[in-house]
């Protein structure tokens, strides 16, 4: 049965390579953010337990809210949610979950999906690039939603702290869907197949680097 569908499968990708591609990236993608989702709540408990919850953390002021106040980009105002903005304890929560995800996305995508054999250090900068900016991308959107899903689920529909945790994974989707559909065409680009003579030149090329 399982040496029929490897067969199957491998028939499937030589007929229809970039649906293939699409669909490996689709189940890896699902995977990482069902370790968001299980890393996420622990995470957040951890900083939790500091005195980080009232350490205000909010930056790069752009424009006001509908109410006239001060919209920021990385908004975590002091305090535990829904009342606060969860503080920087929240903050380091959600950099950290996304960052141990994305280091794992980065090898599993390179290696499994797009089977990537160009130079890793080139790569591994670029996708830093993209890191940085669709972070930021999705902190400034989430200044539209975060307060609303966390009212809903403990306040309006009173689940209290169940309430709270179903708040962080519907955030924590949400962020995984903006990464999704932003990333694949990312991954396109900076995840290239090589002719074997040029990707023995980009791993030494990578070998020296870290000899250095």
Known sequence: ?????????????????????????????????????????????????????????????????PDGSQYFVFDYAAGALPLGGGGLAYFLAVQITLLVAQVINFFAQRSITFKSNSSIAKAAFWYAVAYVVITILAAAAQGWYKAPIYDLFIDTWGLGGTGET???????????????????????????????????QGAASDSEVRTS
């Not at 708040?167 to 869907?177: K, L, P, Q, R, S």
């Not at 990333?183 to 290239?192: D, G, N, S, T």
Request: aromatic share 16%; charged share 10%.
């Open 166 to 200: 179903l708040a962080d994974f519907v955030t924590m989707i949400i962020n995984a869907a903006i990464s999704f559909w932003v990333f694949f065409p990312i991954f396109k680009v900076i995840f290239k197949q090589v002719p074997a003579e040029a990707g023995a």
């Open 1 to 65: 049965m399982l040496t029929r569908l490897k067969s199957a499968w491998h028939s499937f990708e030589e007929r229809r390579p970039g649906v293939a591609q699409f669909v490996v990236f689709l189940v890896l993608s699902n995977g990482i953010t069902a370790l968001q989702l299980a890393l996420m709540p622990l995470i957040k408990w951890l900083f939790g337990m500091t005195a980080l919850v009232d350490t205000a953390f909010q930056v790069w002021p752009v424009g006001s809210n």
